[in-house]
């Protein structure tokens, strides 16, 4: 860079002197601090080097160092990024596309605090109704029998009266005798006020009331202070009990301290009442998860699109069950239940009967039980056994709470109702809400938190989601926009957020959103870097930073640094991409094919009972805003059903009525996921494509080797031999923390090269076998291919051919993205080539990570296999890649209950002129 790092002032600048971790090229960065600032570049050019594994490895490491030395004992040995220095540094938090929670336990309610504050809000201004009569359940105190007596004129007489309660064995004379050694002097029995030591004890009747104080009602604070002793008493002597009796007019007034109306008992609100982590809140069958093993709905009626005539309940086809099926078949004119209904067709309430049975037909909860009572018969077990699985909690409907928390109402919702509501209506519910002047004062605070972290989850697109859902079905991008909107709820100011590429999984409708809550976050103080590749993010930018020129070794270098209008006029690759000299051309033709999968009625989550048709042998894209139910169609039917279809083996398909149509030209199915090429450590992208093989042989041939009677596997870092035994091939030990996460520390012994050092003597034309795993795909290729390898050159030219150049051979898999993972995955099938079965590969957002240049590369693999004979479909929110499509399935309108609807489908010309898809507006931009 052009710029003196010397003259840069640290205040108002994050300066980076000398990075050169990984690829980095010893450069100096200046990040100006409170601004929207955007890493560029190809991938792999070293740009999360740049933000995640030095800027925010440093900003880590100084808090560490803040801690105590105790702490910091076993953390001494954190390694310093390979930087000369770094000034202006603000402490950091790195937002990253990774779903974090693993725990049933965490739903996007507690993630985001919202169910924190929701709690709270129960506790301390819920108001408890009773479920038999509606009526709000009370409890006085002494303040409110004080409240009372204040209404009566100055001099009035009143008396203060406790019912008499006996305990269990004790009679009425003894009562009596503890009541005057206790000072009491009078005592109340039918309407007369009688002296204690004036009455026959044993003529006492059991209901009468003892006068705890005789009251001329004045106004001095002496006598209200003597008055709440009096009643504190009342109530203690009359078990919860007290009445103010006028001894002028003779009106009684009833005062209880206990939780309770209609004969119930109630739980007063507090805040574990709320929690489902708690036992005390939980539901006491399901311990606050919501779900059971019990009979499963989905296995019970696997075809919703059959009614019940048809035999849509699975358990009662065949001779011996039929009769339950006739009950209710024969009986349903006697209350009127439409049998000839499609299941799905079906209201709850007619749902709930088929459950629950009545008096003309018995029900399958009652035939289940029926079933489980005689489970000694060993049939009855093996049905049983057929219908369990994962059910929704019968006792709290899947809300997780024990049913006295249904009972507290605010704005008249109860807390388990408020849960299952789409954040969207959440937040018009809470604008709404009107409550009583001390009501507000007290909850002020607590809306104002909610009612903020309800609009940043909107802002950031996931309006559609309810607090209810679980952690863990979140998807990466959603995961990660969650995780933005609790940053900004907790409003810290002068932080350093380091963002990757927060665009993923997002339509180009709500990364405008996006962009919005990126600005609020800036304006709140803090310095804002984003990974990104999104060409409306750039734009928003202050400043831009665009590492490259190109990926792996010949990347590393800032190519360009300063506003959109800077890079624009600089000749950088993104540069080139973003001015128009190059573009990622649009095809010529579009293709066409006979063959399709049609899939009629679906209906799972919230597809509206669609019909749809994806061609074959083509690029076929399914768009749509996000949680417009683009991944239940293709996830949760398309892909379960096709792998059932093809292989007779599979996920258990979601609701869905037929599947038709011509697929005789494929024969398998590959679901080309971002889930990471190995679990362990050692696994990398060189072992997944089987080119470590080959190479492991050629290092063995070498006569070093045949001299030291080395074998393939001593040059293998799984098994024992030629590995370091200290790390087991690991290249680092693991330090295992007792309250903090387990630090990574290079291997002392092999210095990182996981072998032996008698191993790494054996050398290939001047490299050892650490060297070549070290090497970059593209230097690997370009070396195998100087030394006449061409075996191995050919397995790993499609690593290069997707993109993936920039990668070491012997990178751990558990560094690699979701997106380089994806497409590793898709380098094996181009390795493959014309030899595999004619496939049909469904892809899952694989431009995450990707810049244009990527981008173009990606599509030309994507075409290679078309030209083969395979199939593509693509779940993708990218123009450049759906522009590029043969065919486009577009859903919505709108996420979640607003969308589920096909909103349009054809080509992409046919697309950009449909006035109602948002997709169609965004995409004739690209177009033209």
């Known amino acids: 860079m052009a710029t003196d790092i010397s003259q840069v002032n640290p205040k108002q600048n994050i300066i980076i002197k000398g990075a050169k971790l990984h690829n980095l090229k010893n450069i100096d960065v200046v990040i100006p601090r409170n601004k ?29 160092e803040s801690l105590s030395s105790y702490a910091r004992q076993f953390l001494g040995r954190l390694n310093k990024p390979k930087v000369d220095y770094i000034k202006g540094i603000a402490p950091a938090i790195a937002i990253e596309q990774k779903v974090n929670s693993t725990n049933p336990r965490s739903t996007v309610g507690t993630t985001t605090e919202i169910y924190d504050y929701l709690k709270l809000l129960y506790a301390r201004i819920g108001r408890t109704f009773s479920p038999i009569s509606g009526e709000e359940v009370r409890k006085d105190s002494v303040s409110n029998v004080l409240d009372y007596i204040k209404t009566y004129d100055e001099g009035e007489k009143c008396l203060l009266l406790a019912p008499i309660h006996l305990e269990e064995g004790r009679k009425m004379p003894d009562k009596i005798k503890v009541l005057q050694q206790q000072g009491y002097a009078r005592i109340k029995i039918n309407d007369q006020v009688l002296r204690l030591d004036q009455i026959d004890p044993n003529e006492v009747p059991n209901d009468c009331f003892l006068v705890v104080d005789r009251i001329i009602t004045k106004n001095d604070e002496d006598f209200y202070n003597r008055l709440a002793d009096a009643t504190q008493t009342a109530f203690f002597e009359g078990k919860g009990e007290c009445i103010v009796e006028s001894l002028i007019d003779g009106k009684q007034k009833h005062f209880s301290n206990k939780f309770e109306l209609d004969g119930m008992n109630f739980l007063e609100p507090n805040i574990h009442l709320f929690s489902f982590n708690n036992p005390y809140g939980a539901c006491p069958k399901c311990e606050g998860y919501g779900d059971v093993i019990g009979i499963d709905e989905d296995l019970v009626i696997p075809n919703t699109a059959l009614s019940i005539y048809e035999n849509a309940i699975f358990p009662w086809r065949g001779e011996s069950m039929s009769w339950y099926r006739d009950q209710l078949v ?3 004119h006697k209350f009127d239940f439409p049998i000839h209904k499609p299941y799905f067709k079906l209201s709850e309430e007619q749902k709930n009967l088929i459950w629950e049975g009545n008096s003309f037909f018995t029900g399958l909860n009652e035939f289940f039980g029926e079933l489980e009572a005689k489970a000694y018969k060993i049939q009855n077990r093996v049905m049983l056994s057929r219908y369990r699985g994962k059910t929704k909690c019968k006792t709290c409907h899947g809300k997780r709470l024990r049913k006295e928390a249904e009972y507290v109402k605010v704005g008249g919702k109860s807390i388990s109702n408020l849960v ?51 952690s863990n079905t979140l998807s990466g991008g959603e995961s990660q926009r969650i995780n933005l909107a609790t940053s900004l709820g907790s409003s810290l100011v002068g932080s350093m957020y380091i963002l990757d590429e927060p665009s993923i999984g997002l339509h180009p409708k709500d990364t405008e959103k996006l962009i919005e809550v990126l600005k609020s976050l800036r304006d709140l103080g803090n310095t804002v870097i984003v990974v990104e590749h999104d060409e409306d993010i750039m734009k928003a930018a202050d400043e831009i930073i665009d590492i490259g020129p190109e990926a792996g070794t010949l990347g590393g270098e800032v190519v360009a640094f300063g506003t959109y209008k800077d890079i624009l006029n600089s000749k950088s690759l993104t540069a080139g991409y973003l001015n128009g000299n190059l573009e990622i051309e649009i095809p010529k033709k579009r293709r066409t094919s006979k063959y399709q999968v049609e ?13 749809v048709t994806l061609p074959l042998g083509m690029l076929t894209v399914v768009t749509g805003v996000s949680g417009s139910g683009k991944s239940t169609l293709i996830k949760k039917i398309v892909y379960p059903v096709l792998q059932k279809k093809l292989t007779d083996f599979g996920d258990k398909p979601g609701q869905f009525s037929e599947l038709k149509g011509n697929f005789s030209n494929i024969k398998q199915i590959e679901f080309v996921d971002q889930n990471p090429i190995g679990r362990s450590s050692r696994s990398n992208p060189v072992t997944y494509i089987k080119a470590y093989d080959d190479i492991r042989n050629l290092f063995a041939k070498q006569k070093l080797s045949k001299i030291r009677n080395y074998q393939p596997k001593h040059f293998s870092f799984n098994v024992d031999g030629g590995r370091c035994e200290t790390c087991k091939g690991e290249g680092e030990v693991t330090i295992e923390m007792q309250f903090m996460a387990d630090v990574h520390l290079t291997c002392e012994t092999c210095n990182g090269k996981r072998f032996k050092k008698d191993v790494l003597e054996v050398t290939f034309n001047d490299k050892n076998i650490d060297d070549v795993l070290n090497m970059t795909i593209d230097d690997a290729i370009s070396f195998f291919t100087e030394q006449k390898q061409e075996k191995i050159q050919s397995k790993l030219q499609p690593l290069q051919d997707v993109g993936l150049g920039y990668v ?90 607003k969308g589920g609807l096909l909103v349009a489908s054809g080509t992409p010309e046919e697309i950009a002129l449909n006035a109602e898809s948002f997709t169609g507006k965004y995409l004739k931009e690209k177009l033209h």
Do not use: W
Not at 41 to 48: D, V
Not at 599 to 611: F, P, Y
């Open 330 to 332: 024969n009986n349903s």
């Open 599 to 611: 899939i009629t009625g679906a209906r799972e989550n919230n597809l509206k009972n669609i019909d």
């Open 808 to 897: 070491t051979l012997g990178q751990s898999s558990s560094t690699l993205s979701g997106g380089e993972a994806q497409r590793i995955k898709l380098a094996t099938f181009l390795g493959k080539g014309n030899r595999s079965d004619k496939a049909l590969f469904i892809f899952d957002e694989p431009t995450t990570g990707l810049h244009f240049h990527d981008i173009k590369k990606l599509l030309k693999s994507f075409n290679a296999l078309i030209e083969v004979g395979h199939s593509i479909i693509v779940v993708e929110h990218n123009l450049d890649l759906i522009k590029c499509a043969d065919y486009i399935l577009d859903l919505g309108p709108e996420g979640g209950e």
């Open 420 to 470: 299952d509501m789409p954040l969207e209506k959440l937040a018009i519910f809470f604008q709404d809400l009107e409550l009583r002047e001390f009501e507000q004062k007290v909850a002020d605070r607590l809306l104002k938190e909610i009612n903020n972290r309800l609009s940043y989850l909107s802002n950031v697109g996931l309006s559609y989601l309810t607090l209810n859902r679980k």
């Open 36 to 64: 929207l600032v955007v890493i560029t570049g190809l991938s792999g050019s070293g740009k999360s080097s740049l933000a995640f594994d030095t800027l925010y490895t440093e900003g880590q490491r100084r808090y560490v």
